[in-house]
């Protein structure tokens, strides 16, 4: 048997163990993979920050939401990571949930670290970053809107199910891609309106798991069951389930 998970914008990674305290310049994730083509421009790293206290309706990855799963991610180890990265060719680093902005202080560290090892490797990799919280909320909140300023590019806005979009790797109408540097703007202005025809994908089989990376759209997911169970496969769960 196994189990379907979801991993897209604003949805994240299986949590592994039982989550603990963690330093501040360390991160609780549910997931780190690559590469990553269903989430941003090009070939990227993904990191899913695990706990969101959010929990927008028919959100597609409920198993995020604790904050008591995930495994702690150092500053030291995503450097490594990122390095390798940039050293294969990626195009760039694309952090979601989850919700990141309840782990503000890793958060900025973590792009931090990944703006200093960029400039070191005089790679144009861009940091994207999806949070839930819309553009009031981050206005409100300055000091919590900061983790933020190491992004070039930020998805906002929560997940509404009742709000269907084909643009480009959001999940729902009201969802704002905005670009924060000049590298954001050049990556990501053909994208700001884009529509593709269908949502790029991506299905990892491991571990007697099927996770499913990027941002579906209504129908996909079961359509994706379904052929699963055709084929054999028993799923014991899903994570867009209640």
């Known amino acids: 048997m196994a189990g379907l998970s979801a991993d897209g914008g604003a949805l994240a ?15 609780l994730v549910g997931q780190v993979y690559r590469p990553v083509t269903s989430l941003g421009p090009g070939r990227r790293l993904g990191v899913w920050f695990q706990g969101c206290t959010l929990a927008c309706p028919g959100c597609m990855s409920r198993h995020t939401w604790e904050a008591t799963g995930g495994r702690e991610l150092t500053v030291e180890r995503f450097t490594a990571l990122w390095r390798a990265a940039l050293a294969d ?36 990799a861009d940091l994207l970053v999806y949070t839930g919280w819309e553009p009031e909320e981050l206005a409100a909140d300055p000091a919590t809107a900061a983790a933020l300023d190491g992004a070039d590019a930020v998805i906002t806005g929560r997940y509404r199910a ?26 990501y202005a053909p994208y700001l309106d884009h529509r593709p025809e269908r949502p790029e994908l991506q299905v990892r089989v491991s571990e007697g798991e099927v996770r499913v ?17 055709r084929r054999g496969v028993t799923l014991q769960e899903t994570s867009w389930r209640p």
């Open 89 to 124: 060719g990626l195009d760039g680093l694309t952090v979601s949930g989850g919700e990141p902005l309840e782990q503000p202080a890793a958060l900025a560290a973590l792009l931090a670290a990944a703006d200093a090892e960029r400039r070191r490797a005089g790679r144009p």
């Open 213 to 229: 990376i990027g941002v579906p759209r209504p129908g996909d997911l079961g359509r994706i069951e379904r052929d699963l169970v």
């Open 162 to 187: 009742g709000q269907p979009t084909r643009l480009a790797w959001r999940g729902s109408a009201n969802q704002r891609l905005t670009t924060r540097t000049a590298l954001g703007r050049e990556r």
């Open 13 to 27: 990674g299986v949590a592994a163990a039982a989550g603990t305290a963690t330093p501040a310049a360390a991160a």
